[in-house]
């Protein structure tokens, strides 16, 4: 079972979608407060499951309505994937593979890890000023 890993950057707070196996399989964005990274995590644990599949690396591909995760070539040549929210906002992005395949079942693995992961939370405890 997968597992969102909500972590303190040093601007802010994100998160990680955990496979079963340890491996990252999706990443947000820098969110300023936590408890926005918990909406997004929210966001991602309702919309992937349902969400519509657009392979922009197919010719002449048909674009999908949102919510959808968007399967693209990179700069680099890699294969990357971004769930959208209904609203068109990117929620998460998936690392760069070698193969378009490798990147579905990233994907899929996505679809099937988001909607009942748990949330752990790595977070720094703020140290309160002394009181005189």
Same mark, same amino acid.
């Given at each position: 079972?997968?597992?969102?890993?909500?972590?303190?950057?040093?601007?802010?707070?994100?998160?990680?979608?955990?496979?079963?196996?340890?491996?990252?399989?999706?990443? *947000?964005?820098?969110?300023?407060?936590?408890?926005? %990274? =918990? =909406?997004?995590?929210? *966001?991602?644990? #309702?919309?992937?499951?349902?969400?519509?599949?657009?392979?922009?690396?197919?010719?002449?591909? &048909?674009?999908?309505?949102?919510?959808?995760?968007?399967?693209?070539?990179?700069?680099?040549?890699?294969?990357?994937?971004?769930?959208?929210?209904?609203?068109?906002?990117?929620? #998460?992005?998936?690392?760069?593979?070698? &193969?378009?395949? *490798?990147?579905?079942?990233?994907? %899929?693995?996505?679809?099937?890890?988001?909607?009942?992961? =748990?949330?752990? #939370?790595?977070?720094?405890? &703020?140290?309160?000023?002394?009181?005189?």
């Amino acid at each position: 079972m997968g597992k969102f890993v909500l972590s303190q950057t040093s601007n802010g707070y994100k998160f990680n979608l955990v496979a079963g196996n340890g491996e990252v399989i999706a990443t *947000s964005q820098v969110y300023k407060s936590a408890a926005t %990274a =918990k =909406k997004g995590i929210a *966001s991602v644990a #309702a919309t992937a499951p349902v969400a519509n599949i657009e392979n922009q690396t197919e010719k002449d591909f &048909k674009a999908a309505v949102n919510p959808k995760f968007e399967v693209y070539k990179d700069k680099k040549g890699e294969f990357r994937f971004r769930l959208k929210a209904k609203n068109g906002q990117i929620i #998460a992005t998936g690392e760069g593979y070698s &193969k378009v395949d *490798s990147c579905l079942k990233g994907v %899929a693995s996505v679809q099937k890890n988001a909607k009942e992961a =748990k949330v752990e #939370a790595k977070l720094e405890a &703020k140290t309160e000023a002394k009181k005189k």
